[in-house]
């Protein structure tokens, strides 16, 4: 046996997220068992042309969640079941929902979350996705945020986006 190695928790977490990203590759088909023991680099395609083409791993998911039904009353259950359980771990008086690509956010505000408070939260945010589109998915992020991915019903691109809602109490400064 040879020395063992211990790796400092950023090298674990980057080696982790680098194993979950060939698992992901060779189960979707995207590349083969050799690519996926030797990626080229993470978020990037490469062809065997000369030409290299760059996706985000982000617009990778688009392509893949724009494919997706539209969420069942029984995906919005279970969905509302984890957002709740989510909520009840990262307590807060402020919450954005966000999406960078459309410079869209929303601030909520709840003084405290009692049963009532946490159901006018959800309502709340069906409702916006209702009104712009068509919700496909909601997800635990792996940035301890909830990820909840819809259409944006404007006429011109058909990908949904990624708005992801977080704690945000401490980027609310009261006067």
Known sequence: MGDVKFMEPEEYEAYLAQQKAK???F???MCTAEEAK???ELGKITSTGDKEIQVSLYDLNRQMIAQMPDMT???LL???ESFKDWLNHY???YYMLLNHDLHYFTLFHGKF???ETY???WKELLEVFQSVGHLKMVELDTNDAMAFWSTWDNGEDELPYCFYFFPYGQGVVEV
């Open 27 to 29: 189960v979707t088909g």
């Open 113 to 115: 979350m009692d049963e």
């Open 38 to 40: 030797n990626p080229p």
């Open 119 to 121: 159901n006018n939260l």
């Open 23 to 25: 698992e992901e590759a």
């Open 73 to 75: 009353e029984e995906q």
């Open 78 to 80: 279970f969905a509302r």
């Open 91 to 93: 307590k807060d008086n």
